[in-house]
T-cell receptor, first 115, second 114 residues
């Protein structure tokens, strides 16, 4: 596909379960970002991958959150022992290169609901 | 630290009326500036960007934005809104550095009155 693809589009799970969210960036894009958007709120930065550099994890809210990017392409965001406050839309974005001058291309997000 | 402020949380305008959404940034140098739009249930789409040069930039869907250095502002405008413009609008700033991230404002929700 031509755009950023995220799966699943919706996820409902029980409190305490672990969840994995997937992001397929645009082919050739070296930079990948994860954001969280709570209901009616702006974007909260979570983590940033740029090429082979160590990821910027400064936005991860707790050690229950982690992310990987395998082979410089697909990324997985994992939330362990989910809590109700984790309910949100998780957005992934990619850009051709890293840096603040690079427009980001967004997926449609994964809507996560914790019961 | 750089920051971006969108002072209006929610704006309602009549269809066909003009629109201006405000954005102010805080940084010592001129950052790169962006406006994105988010329709319900979708990700963000880039409307326009400013890097340098002409301070009035044109974007998609008939939007434009004007960079004013003296006011540290980058307001988004449209001469005549359509019902399909109802969405959330985000202003964003970035710095030139491979380690730099884009910082997003909190967004302005636009509603269109028939």
């Amino acid at each position: 596909g031509a755009g950023v693809s995220q799966s699943p589009s919706n996820k409902v799970t029980e409190k305490g379960k672990d969840v994995e969210l997937r992001c397929d960036p645009i082919s050739g894009h070296t930079a990948l970002y994860w954001y969280r958007q709570s209901l009616g709120q702006g974007l909260e930065f979570l983590i940033y991958f740029q090429g082979n550099s160590a990821p910027d994890k400064s936005g991860l809210p707790s050690d229950r959150f982690s992310a990987e990017r395998t082979g410089g392409s697909v990324s997985t965001l994992t939330i362990q022992r989910t809590q109700q406050e984790d309910s949100a839309v998780y957005l992934c974005a990619s850009s051709p290169r890293g840096g603040g001058n690079q427009p980001q291309h967004f997926g449609d997000g994964t809507r996560l609901s914790i019961l | 630290a750089q920051s971006v402020t969108q002072p209006d949380i929610h704006i309602t305008v009549s269809e066909g009326a003009s629109l201006e959404l405000r954005c102010n940034y805080s940084y010592g140098a001129t950052p790169y500036l962006f406006w994105y739009v988010q329709s319900p249930g979708q990700g963000l789409q880039l409307l326009l960007k400013y890097f340098s040069g002409d301070t009035l930039v044109q974007g998609i869907k008939g939007f434009e934005a004007e960079f004013k250095r003296s006011q540290s502002s980058f307001n988004l405008r449209k001469p005549s809104v359509h019902w399909s413009d109802a969405a959330e609008y985000f202003c964003a700033v970035g710095l030139y550095s491979s380690a730099s991230k884009i910082i997003f404002g909190s967004g302005t929700r636009l509603s269109i009155r028939p």
